[in-house]
């Protein structure tokens, strides 16, 4: 893989959706923020709903809901304050505000070919997080960074087969990168004669990828007032090449009577999982309507990161770290209301279980569960223009952890946090 070429793909892509900082806010490194349109309704109902061209990034059947040529472009801005606090081999130690700032954007297109066929493109993102752990933090042995980026290009088709039933589907186009690393904390004998000094890479890994990966969605209008979508998304698997650098990687090639070197050519495997989600929709009066979703994402494949560096190791893998995820499962439910013709005024909450169990928990990824309280408003500035927007305040859950290691000893804490969320969305019919 030519890494260079990989970087200008990444940033010609990212330019064209206006540019993209990633971080964690769904499950694991899952992004849920698709649209400003959803979030003010906590992204209840997705797979059932077709407020505007981002509907085909959770299902591409309800494309079949949009009439004409449709254009919908926003972002969401995520403001997350995360601490890790705990005591390494006996001493305290605490890190605020681990996880960056983001801007999330988003770009959509549709198109209605004819009374059964219809035609979208999306570009957006699923996966992305960043942490960072510096200063006087004592557990940097552990882990001190960590970052995935994705950036996903998704063309759609859907066919309405009559009234009542809708396929979609589409293939996913998917840009990654991301590194890894761990850091000594203080002064770090590594072996006899070796000492590594404070804040110097124990081990650093990046690279980036492209990859491929599919959607396929359905819906069914079971009446005039009640609907239920379902929409799945493939796994995608990426293997990002570049390179890694670091003491330990530098001992190792002593070891093999090599020269250190600045960096050694590597990849690392990285599984963006499969997700699924079933939503359903209910207009009760002329005015109020509910929808609710239950989502599934794959999160057991993601059970370790390993590199190849084949010039320190030959075929045999590199252990970055142990993750040990399982499944995780999210359930929200959203209502609509109609204020006046122009004004829709929209509400939600959600459940967001934690992909990890407490004895698995890493500070560079600090998963727990969270809990979603979201409104939102969307305007018809003109019949062709209306815009959005949405709040959402999310409650981390407090969760213990417990890092062990051999040769760099033990750390427990818990990590603690919330986030808050604003988006923004403009869609036009043309």
């Given at each position: 893989?030519?890494?260079n070429?990989?970087?200008?793909?990444?940033s010609?892509?990212?330019?064209l959706?206006?540019?993209?900082?990633?971080?964690?806010?769904a499950?694991g490194?899952?992004?849920?923020?698709y649209?400003a349109?959803?979030?003010?309704?906590?992204f209840?109902?997705?797979?059932?709903?077709a407020?505007?061209a981002?509907?085909?990034?959770r299902?591409?059947?309800?494309?079949?809901?949009?009439?004409?040529t449709?254009?919908s472009?926003g972002a969401i801005y995520v403001?997350p304050?995360?601490?890790?606090?705990?005591?390494?081999?006996g001493?305290?130690t605490?890190?605020?505000?681990?996880?960056?700032s983001?801007v999330i954007?988003n770009f959509?297109?549709?198109?209605?070919l004819?009374?059964?066929?219809?035609?979208?493109?999306a570009f957006g993102?699923?996966?992305?997080?960043?942490?960072?752990?510096?200063?006087?933090?004592?557990a940097?042995q552990?882990?001190n960074?960590?970052?995935?980026?994705?950036?996903?290009?998704?063309?759609n088709?859907?066919?309405?087969?009559?009234?009542q039933?809708?396929?979609?589907?589409?293939?996913?186009?998917v840009?990654g990168e991301?590194?890894?690393g761990a850091?000594a904390?203080?002064d770090?004998?590594l072996?006899?004669?070796?000492?590594v000094?404070?804040?110097?890479?124990?081990?650093y890994?990046?690279?980036?990828?492209?990859?491929?990966g599919w959607?396929?969605?359905?819906?069914?209008?079971?009446n005039?007032?009640?609907?239920i979508?379902?929409?799945?998304r493939?796994?995608?698997?990426?293997?990002?090449?570049g390179?890694a650098?670091?003491?330990?990687?530098?001992?190792?090639?002593?070891?093999?009577?090599?020269?250190?070197?600045?960096?050694?050519?590597g990849?690392m495997a990285?599984?963006l999982?499969?997700?699924?989600?079933i939503a359903?929709?209910?207009?009760?009066t002329?005015?109020?309507a509910?929808?609710?979703?239950?989502?599934?994402?794959d999160?057991?494949?993601?059970?370790?990161?390993e590199?190849?560096?084949p010039?320190?190791?030959?075929?045999?893998?590199?252990?970055?770290?142990?993750?040990?995820?399982?499944d995780n499962?999210?359930?929200?439910?959203?209502?609509?209301?109609?204020y006046t013709?122009?004004l829709?005024?929209?509400?939600?909450?959600a459940?967001?279980t934690?992909?990890?169990s407490?004895?698995h928990r890493t500070?560079t990824?600090?998963e727990t569960d969270?809990?979603w309280?979201s409104?939102?408003?969307?305007y018809?500035?003109?019949?062709?223009?209306?815009?959005?927007a949405g709040?959402?305040y999310i409650?981390?859950k407090?969760?213990p952890?417990?890092?062990v290691d051999?040769?760099?000893?033990q750390?427990?804490?818990?990590t603690t946090?919330?986030?808050?969320?604003?988006g923004v969305?403009?869609?036009y019919?043309?």
């Amino acid at each position: 893989m030519n890494k260079n070429k990989n970087k200008i793909t990444l940033s010609l892509a990212a330019a064209l959706i206006l540019g993209m900082s990633a971080n964690t806010m769904a499950a694991g490194f899952q992004l849920a923020e698709y649209s400003a349109t959803g979030l003010g309704r906590a992204f209840a109902g997705e797979a059932a709903m077709a407020d505007n061209a981002g509907a085909q990034f959770r299902n591409p059947a309800m494309l079949t809901y949009l009439e004409g040529t449709q254009v919908s472009m926003g972002a969401i801005y995520v403001d997350p304050n995360i601490d890790v606090e705990g005591s390494v081999n006996g001493t305290q130690t605490k890190a605020s505000d681990i996880a960056n700032s983001a801007v999330i954007p988003n770009f959509y297109l549709s198109h209605q070919l004819n009374d059964k066929v219809f035609l979208g493109l999306a570009f957006g993102t699923n996966y992305g997080m960043e942490t960072e752990l510096a200063g006087d933090y004592l557990a940097t042995q552990f882990g001190n960074q960590a970052k995935v980026m994705s950036i996903e290009i998704n063309p759609n088709i859907a066919y309405k087969i009559n009234e009542q039933f809708s396929v979609g589907g589409g293939i996913r186009y998917v840009m990654g990168e991301g590194h890894f690393g761990a850091a000594a904390s203080s002064d770090m004998p590594l072996a006899p004669g070796v000492t590594v000094p404070k804040g110097a890479d124990l081990k650093y890994m990046e690279g980036d990828d492209t990859a491929w990966g599919w959607q396929a969605g359905a819906a069914w209008q079971i009446n005039e007032n009640n609907r239920i979508g379902f929409n799945y998304r493939s796994e995608v698997e990426l293997n990002l090449t570049g390179s890694a650098s670091g003491a330990i990687y530098d001992l190792e090639a002593l070891k093999k009577g090599k020269k250190p070197s600045a960096s050694y050519a590597g990849s690392m495997a990285l599984t963006l999982p499969a997700t699924a989600e079933i939503a359903s929709f209910h207009q009760l009066t002329n005015k109020i309507a509910v929808h609710a979703s239950f989502n599934w994402t794959d999160w057991s494949s993601f059970d370790k990161l390993e590199a190849k560096i084949p010039s320190l190791y030959g075929n045999d893998p590199d252990l970055i770290k142990e993750e040990n995820w399982e499944d995780n499962y999210r359930l929200a439910v959203g209502t609509t209301y109609q204020y006046t013709n122009k004004l829709v005024l929209r509400s939600g909450i959600a459940y967001d279980t934690s992909a990890v169990s407490d004895e698995h928990r890493t500070q560079t990824i600090p998963e727990t569960d969270r809990l979603w309280l979201s409104m939102g408003a969307g305007y018809n500035w003109s019949q062709n223009l209306t815009l959005d927007a949405g709040f959402t305040y999310i409650f981390a859950k407090d969760a213990p952890m417990n890092e062990v290691d051999p040769s760099l000893g033990q750390f427990k804490g818990e990590t603690t946090g919330s986030i808050w969320l604003v988006g923004v969305q403009a869609s036009y019919r043309f």
